[in-house]
């Protein structure tokens, strides 16, 4: 169990998280999403620890992350696949943190077994492993001492697309299992084959959060015009926001609060329709509109 209670932090005059709350459950995949800049990886940092909240707290199994005797044996962590040392051989770092964590050696060969990486591999030093050797590594890590937690910051970043399939059956193999797992990624049709839940997260606050399959059915309204820099307007008066897509503009309200929205600015609609039917890429774009844009200008 993870849980996050208004979790903040500022850097300067700036929130890069503000306010966040929320839980993993056992049994659960939660995927965190948000656009670049949004807060995910600050938000991870603040729950294991390696970054001090300007307010609020998050716990790991009912700890904070600092107060859990083997952190290892409770949590598995994988923030950043190159932040490992590049001068030791695959085996070697891993022994080294089986040795810290008290665990039996043959965890390592164990685990590197599961995450696919040979003999030969194991051999090598870090500073020659391509990307996705070292995300498979770090996975390595992170589940050295059989932990009931998983915190993974794009792991399937640089990995192969049989890798990241493998991956897909090992996070839900191990959630199916009882585990807890966060998981950000940037791939949003593996986070939406594999999660239970979704937070999503856009300029520092969560701005949904829930059931996947909840928050998928409802996708938000399709909305069209001739005019279309005054429907944009009208929808700004109202304080929806709209992303652009293929067919129209999306907003995340319901299909009665954007006609009224453009109905109010005398703007004559070509369209207007629920969304459906676009999975999590579509949701994404139509939660975080804007917010891309808006970490650009900080
Ligand atoms: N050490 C720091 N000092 C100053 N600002 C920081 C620091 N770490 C993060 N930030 C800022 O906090 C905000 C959130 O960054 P964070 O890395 O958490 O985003 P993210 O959602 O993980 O993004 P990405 O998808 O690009 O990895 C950004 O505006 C970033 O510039």
Not at 12 to 22: I, N, Q, R, T
Not at 49 to 65: C, E, F, K
Not at 140 to 155: F, T, Y
Not at 238 to 260: K, P, T
């Amino acid at each position: 169990m993870i849980t996050v209670e208004n979790l903040t932090k500022r850097y300067g005059p700036h929130p890069a998280v503000d306010d966040v709350s929320f839980q993993c459950e056992p049994g659960t995949v939660t995927g965190f999403l948000g656009p670049n800049g949004a807060g995910k990886s600050t938000t991870m940092r603040m729950i294991c620890g390696l970054t001090t909240p300007t307010a609020g707290r998050a716990t790991v199994s009912g700890h904070p992350y600092q107060e859990l005797p083997n952190p290892g044996r409770e949590v598995g962590v994988l923030l950043d696949a190159s932040a490992q040392h590049a001068g030791r051989t695959g085996r070697e770092a891993l022994t080294l943190s089986a040795y810290t964590m008290g665990l039996d050696r043959r965890e390592v060969a164990a685990k590197l077994d599961l995450v696919g990486l040979n003999a030969v591999a194991a051999k090598r030093r870090v500073r020659a492993y391509s990307l996705g050797m070292r995300q498979r590594l770090g996975l390595a890590h992170a589940l050295l001492g059989d932990p009931r937690v998983l915190i993974l910051d794009e792991p399937a970043n640089g990995l192969d697309p049989e890798g990241i399939f493998w991956m897909r059956g090992l996070l839900r193999d191990f959630a199916d299992r009882g585990g807890t797992v966060l998981l950000s990624s940037h791939l949003l049709r593996e986070v939406e084959a594999v999660a239970d839940r979704l937070v999503v997260i856009g300029g520092g606050r969560i701005v949904a959060q829930g059931d996947k399959n909840e928050l998928l059915a409802g996708g938000g309204t399709v909305v069209r015009a001739r005019d279309s820099a005054a429907l944009r307007r009208a929808l700004e008066v109202a304080n929806l926001s709209a992303a652009d897509s293929s067919e129209g503009l999306l907003v995340q309200a319901d299909a009665e609060a954007v006609g009224q929205a453009a109905a109010d600015a005398g703007v004559a609609l070509a369209e207007l329709r629920p969304a459906s039917g676009g999975g999590l890429e579509q949701l994404f774009l139509t939660l975080t509109a804007g917010e891309s844009t808006k970490e650009a200008v900080r």
